[in-house]
């Protein structure tokens, strides 16, 4: 009862540092809703663009997978985005006199990333919606399209229109219009909804879906990249509006300067006269070279990240689980129930679950909290709540007469624990160690859902640049494989030696 006493005061703790923030939202949302001259006196009070101007830099949330709007190639063996999308953010970057920076994440993590103000607008191809109306401020509408079905071309005379799906499965991504019209227009047909488009094509070339929903532009850049796909006109009935910027509620100075550009963009027509056709540009050249092994830099950039993260978590989860381990053991009551509570808790919640709440809730406090750095103390927590264990388990295998042995020579606790019983307990615990180091390499992959550029999000990005699906994964498999092995080598060489020692 303790445990969860002081679990739930933790909870509290953490509400009232967030709820300020959440409050002041709302507030600003009422405000917004009030009338014209209101919301001038609004504005006067609204320091968003000069907070933009201020720290010099305009950060942008995208899914960069999502062709011509945004999308990944490669140039010099650096990552470039391009489309008419990051066209745009470079025009409102531009206009506002400040550096674009973009931020890669999947699409149904910006609304929480921008309300947390870990992005500053999201241009991503986001359907203006009553629902999203609520949460977020929408700029001028600056492109819409309609719903088209990507099909495998075998399949071209079995699906012609949305009711032949009828009774099958169709894939769009998490938290677009698509999936909305899925499951409200196509009744009796599945919706299986994934994080990336890519990995929708691949369940589409591998059969486990009948077709995807996406926007038409898309629709029609893959099936133009991949001769075995195809695309039509879905004919369902939209009622979104059109493609919007998205902005933190409130912001209405920087939403009006977003319409400013916009207004000149459209007056120019430079989306369908120039950044379209120079995203096909893009999509035509590199199609003719997007070699996998011309994409290496990509996953070797994914495994430094990956060896940084494992070994940062790794230091830092035993140094975790070493202390959370001994105050386990204590038997001072307070310092025993707050262990018990971290363990339980972190070993009780999914570490992509931990990730997140580090990057969108922690960081909603810490606005200036890198990703990265999110990523790994997510990991690290949640390495140590397990050391702790596996640590413990050691010390107590450890029997009690060493501990009286050490003693009567005349060591004290401390000497005893630090050359008697740890020794011991190392060499007794160093295999189940050794496995969660393994485990740890693999769960990095995890942070990728926040945008840290480690392997599996590197893959992610192969695969948005080279249409192809498999490959790269099976790419990403063997390095992981030769990771693990090559570390479980090395693991088994010093049990090896502290037997020989011991």
């Not at 010390?395 to 005893?416: C, D, H, V, W, Y």
Request: hydrophobic share 45%; aromatic share 10%; charged share 15%.
């Amino acid at each position: 009862m303790k445990c969860l006493k002081q679990l739930f005061m933790l909870f509290i703790l953490l509400w009232s540092l967030v709820l300020p923030s959440t409050a002041l939202a709302a507030t600003d949302s009422s405000q917004a809703s009030t009338s014209s001259s209101i919301t001038n006196n609004t504005t006067t009070t609204d320091n968003s663009l000069q907070r933009i101007k201020h720290k010099g830099t305009l950060v942008v949330g995208m899914s960069a997978d999502y062709p011509p709007y945004e999308f990944t190639t490669k140039k010099n063996g650096q990552t470039r985005y391009v489309g008419f999308e990051v066209s745009l953010a470079r025009q409102f970057a531009k206009d506002l006199g400040v550096k674009l920076v973009i931020k890669n994440m999947d699409f149904d993590s910006l609304l929480v990333a921008l309300e947390t103000r870990k992005i500053d607008t999201i241009i991503s191809g986001m359907n203006v919606t009553p629902k999203r109306e609520k949460s977020v401020d929408f700029s001028h509408t600056y492109y819409s399209g309609n719903s088209y079905f990507l099909i495998n071309k075998s399949d071209r005379n079995r699906y012609q229109s949305a009711k032949d799906f009828k009774g099958k499965t169709v894939g769009a991504q998490n938290g677009t219009l698509q999936s909305t019209m899925i499951n409200k227009d196509m009744p009796g047909t599945t919706n299986k909804g994934l994080a990336k488009l890519s990995s929708l094509v691949i369940s589409l070339q591998s059969h486990k879906v009948a077709g995807v929903l996406m926007d038409a532009a898309t629709a029609k850049a893959y099936a133009a990249n991949n001769s075995n796909l195809m695309a039509f006109n879905s004919k369902l009935p939209n009622t979104a509006g059109g493609i919007a910027m998205a902005f933190h509620k409130g912001d209405h100075s920087l939403e009006a300067a977003a319409n400013q550009t916009i207004k000149r963009v459209q007056q120019k027509d430079l989306i369908n006269k120039r950044w379209i056709p120079q995203a096909s540009h893009y999509m035509r050249s590199y199609k003719k070279q997007n070699t996998i092994l011309s994409y290496w830099r990509y996953f070797a950039t994914g495994i430094e990240y990956t060896l940084i993260i494992t070994v940062v978590s790794v230091v830092c989860g035993f140094i975790l689980g070493t202390l959370f381990a001994l105050m386990r053991l204590s038997k001072n009551k307070l310092l025993h129930s707050l262990a018990v509570c971290y363990i339980e808790f972190l070993r009780g919640t999914p570490m992509m679950v931990q990730i997140m709440f580090v990057y969108f809730g922690i960081g909603a406090i810490i606005q200036s909290l890198p990703a990265l750095l999110a990523g790994i103390i997510a990991v690290s927590l949640n390495s140590g709540a397990y050391v702790a264990e596996i640590i413990r388990s050691g010390i107590q295998s450890i029997p009690l007469g060493q501990t009286e042995a050490a003693r009567s020579l005349g060591m004290s606790k401390r000497l005893a624990f630090h050359y008697v019983i740890m020794p011991q307990a190392l060499k007794n615990i160093w295999p189940a160690l050794g496995n969660e180091l393994i485990t740890l390499l693999k769960d990095s992959s995890l942070v990728s859902t926040i945008g840290v550029g480690e392997l599996m999000y590197q893959t992610q990005l192969v695969q948005s640049a080279t249409y192809k699906g498999v490959l790269p994964l099976f790419i990403t498999m063997l390095i992981y494989f030769v990771m693990t092995f090559t570390l479980s080598r090395i693991l088994l060489y010093f049990e090896r030696r502290m037997k020989h020692a011991y």
